[in-house]
């Protein structure tokens, strides 16, 4: 997203999300959307989820070579083939500059936000704001009241466990400014929401606390009428293909959050196992200290394990700081998106909500493959480049126990061959 200059679209305006494909369609062209055939949920489960969700290239694309001669770098060997990027686009923003601010009566973080864009809503081309976390979350409460018919992405989890988490640690908020800026970054992305004038005031405002009391009584109104054509009608029936869906949500939350909390477990054991290695290697080299011709193998058996607990380290960071992340934000994804039993059944009006959920649910799948394969790839990545690293770190001592032992032996056979050899020399001499 904020890779080379903003290009302008051929029109500006929300896109129409009618004819966007049913996420839970098949590739035929003759099951439109809102067709009067619906298959069965179990059909649908295995026609979406079953060859669309969290499949893996095999092995991926080579770049450069067919037979590469080392299994590390692989995400420079690799390339998605669900690359969501290559869409023209007229709306940058980022998050990034975190700032303490310390006052009588509270302290928090504020991020400055950088927009650019060539779009006509904006009067200027490029915006710099600062926000803090109750302002996204503000932003995030409009957007439910005035797009109700639209899945709006989550925000990171508020509150931390005090004594646990230190919310203004330089980790915490490094981690909170990536959730914030991808949250955004959904926002730009989608052709409705991003039109959204809550969504530009929170851009562009410099003093959005003015307009968060002031308010827009027109778009309030719009809202609540909006929320009334989609929620104050409720009867008896939906559609099966929104049943698949819940159900495939609840088992998608269910089998992340089992991951979610085995990797904590595993980051947990990794980082008391750090401790003891750290404990370890400098045993080595007090050792060597009491110790003559070991004393050169010895501080190479503690220089190998400070290798390899440094390379543990960056294993154990780069768990925590990008693949958790993702994991609890398709948790609270899921969360977010579930979808309510009763509906409506004036068809004018639950055409458009289909329509609407259907078009956000086929994007979130998309996003959903592109997030994971990235995900996977990067984990299977960085744990070739850890295991490569240790197998160095082993590998480096073993010429040198290899030279003392051939030195050792070089001597013994001197030695012998001076007692033996020489003297009978002599003797035959």
Known sequence: MSGGPPKALPSTGPHSLRDMPHPLAGSSSEEAVGGDSTPSPDLLMARSFGDKDL???NGGTPVGTSSPASSSSLLNRLQLDDDLDGETRDLFVTVDDPKKHVCTMETYITYRITTKSTRVEFDLPEYSVRRRYQDFDWL????????????????????????VVDRFSEEFVETRRKALDKFLK??????????????NVFLTAKDLNA??????ALLTRVGESVKHVTGGYKLRSRPLEFAAIGEYLDMFALKLGTIDRIAQRIIKEEIEYLVELREYGPVYSTWSALEGELAEPLEGVSACIGNCSTA??????DMTEDFLP???EYILYSDSMKVPADVEKCQDRMECFNADLKADMERWQNNKRQDFRQLLMGMADKNIQYYEKCLMAWESIIPLLQEKQEAKWQVAFTSK?????????????
């Open 55 to 57: 499949i893996l290239p």
């Open 312 to 317: 543990l380290e960056e294993l154990t960071d």
């Open 211 to 216: 307009y968060k009391k002031q308010g827009m």
């Open 186 to 199: 959904r926002i730009t992305d989608h052709p409705v929401l991003s039109f959204n004038e809550h969504f």
């Open 417 to 429: 061959f001076e007692e033996n050899v020489i003297p009978w020399a002599r003797l035959t001499d």
């Open 326 to 328: 993702v994991l609890r």
């Open 140 to 163: 995030r409460n409009k957007l439910e009241e005035s797009q109700p018919t639209h899945l709006i992405p989550p925000l990171p989890e508020k509150f931390v466990v005090k004594g």
